[in-house]
């Protein structure tokens, strides 16, 4: 019987947060929220900065709850400046975002959150303009009132034009003092002060032992406390619509201080979840659209590690929580979404992890790991809350499979650990990680006017297109060096195995065909452009040996091509590239 997935806990935060609000009083609350008005609205103020929000949102003053979990899940608006110990008892489960506000001094520490996405206000105003949309993609508009001394955080759920009402309903009045900003400008980042010199290595590194992962990333003094525990290794998160926790430590000095103190970080993008699960910001059930939508959070997470500092070659985690395996659509929308995130990642030049439960997103992994069909992550990190620190993932992953310390293991989940004085509410994590090589460290070129037959003791650019592309495939693991050894020939033969091709050995047009059109399959037609294009063009030219430009732009020359394909196939001739010319490119045909 196959065990339950692992939940993913939301109640402690929620009970946190209803103590807090408990602990309230009039005479503590600095900042006033008057009655409801007509509009189903109320007005909160703090520091002379006034703005109005729907009357059902409470204000949590975290100067007077300082053990409150600031968090976005939940429609709240939250005073002063979000507290370590209370950000510490936030669950590493939570995941979601909605509407919500964080207001706060523009101090010393307000200071550190500004980066190259804050709106600045100008002199003397409330509001900054709207135009600057950065950061909104992320599920997160930032904005400075010098004006009146605070820093703005509103979380974007479902509404973005409902979060832009809510901060353009600001003012200021009496109270109100200005603050400079210390030299920061708009589009500067002041956090961003890693240097080449101290940059630090490709992440999690190599390393083999226990970690965790918390929600929001802890602060340098309480991770300095738990260095007397055996923990190694921590997970934060660094980008996502669906995160959850707010990360006032998260910096790239702060990045830098703990890889110095020898931790090791796995870099983790919390997204879109499966269309078939409950959260609000879903994949797409649309496969075309997955895939766009797998490659833009690519994006996001490279754009977020490289502003923290870390570097090509790191492994971004996605993080796809358990959904229903047993539908068909939803694990086909899930898989093509991380075949594009994974794609994409690798054409940044990082590597790619997948985190899901073990009886889910592991095992629709594991099903599809030599079939070709879609580019595999580089690492896996498996939910199963068995407290066994090993990366055993039977029976939903065979050993075999990313077998080359490329496992996390997650063993447990929602508790309190005590280290060095300091209780954080973390999962335990059990890592055998490496550095590869892998299939985001291969960058051979892959665009040739021929693919013509290579065998043992062939050599060149072909020879090295070939090892890369095995390589992603999870056939390769030698050194892409354009010689066609016996590691090569094994390789091929495997290859060959697994998409029910001849076993020759030999890369003829069959094997290129199959090996460049591996991947997602998006439906592609005249006017579209991009990576897709370009990998459906190397496919026709090993298919048909047609003259073709490989430029990422589906133009007449390619619809023609795709439609002399189709008609050799007894396909549908209509220039239009779904899932039957997908699958007879990937077969080899």
Known sequence: MTPPRPPRARLRAATTLLTALAALSAAALTAAASPAAADGAKDVSYRGYHVRVPSSWPVIDLAAAPETCVHFDRHAVYLGHPTDAGQATCPPGLVGRTEALVIESLDAKGLKSLDSSTRIAPKGAAKAAATDSRGASTGRIRQAVPAAGVLVTASVGGDEPAVQNILDSAGLDADAKAVPLSGTSAGHDPSASVTAASAVAPQPGTYTGLGFDPCAAPSNAQMSAWSASPFRAIGVYISGISAACDQPNLTAPWIQTQTSAGWHIIPIHVGLQAPCNT??????????????????????????????????????????????????????????????????????????????????????????????????????????????????????????????????????????????????????????????????????????????????????????????????????????????????????????????????????????????????????????????????????????????????????????????????????????VGNATWTALQAGK
């Open 279 to 576: 959260y609000t910001h879903k994949v797409s059930y649309t496969l075309s659209t997955a895939a766009s939508q797998g490659r833009a959070a690519a994006q996001e997470s490279v754009a977020a590690a490289a502003a923290l500092g870390m570097p090509q070659g790191s492994v971004l985690y996605n993080d796809m929580e358990a959904y229903d395996q047993n539908n068909a659509a939803c694990s086909n929308a899930v898989l093509t979404y991380i075949s594009a995130w994974t794609e994409e990642l690798h054409a940044d030049g990082y590597l790619s992890g997948e985190y899901s439960s073990a009886a889910s997103g592991m095992a629709d992994l594991a099903a599809e790991y030599t079939t070709g069909t879609y580019t595999m992550p580089d690492h896996i990190w498996f939910a199963r809350w068995n407290s066994q620190a090993d990366t055993d993932a039977k029976p939903y992953v065979p050993d075999g499979y990313w077998a080359d310390h490329q496992r996390i293991h997650q063993l447990t989940g929602d508790t309190d650990e005590t280290w060095g004085g300091v209780t954080i509410n973390i999962d335990r994590d059990y890592l055998d990680v490496g550095l590869g090589p892998f299939a985001g460290s291969c960058s051979a070129g892959l665009d040739f006017s021929l693919y013509g037959s290579i065998s043992a003791g062939s050599s060149g650019g072909l020879v090295s297109a070939a090892q890369c592309l095995l390589t992603r495939q999870g056939h390769y693991s030698g050194t892409v060096d354009g010689a066609f050894g016996s590691g090569t020939t094994a390789a091929v033969q495997s290859y060959q195995t697994a998409t029910a091709l001849p076993v020759t050995g030999t890369v003829d047009s069959h094997t290129w065909t199959a090996l460049l059109a591996a991947g997602t399959k998006p439906t592609l037609q005249s006017g579209a452009t991009g990576a897709d294009v370009q990998r459906l063009q190397r496919a026709l030219i090993a298919a048909r040996g047609q003259t073709l430009t490989i430029d990422g732009d589906f133009g007449p020359a390619t619809t023609t091509a795709v439609k002399a394909y189709q008609t050799a196939q007894g396909l549908t001739s209509d220039g239009i």
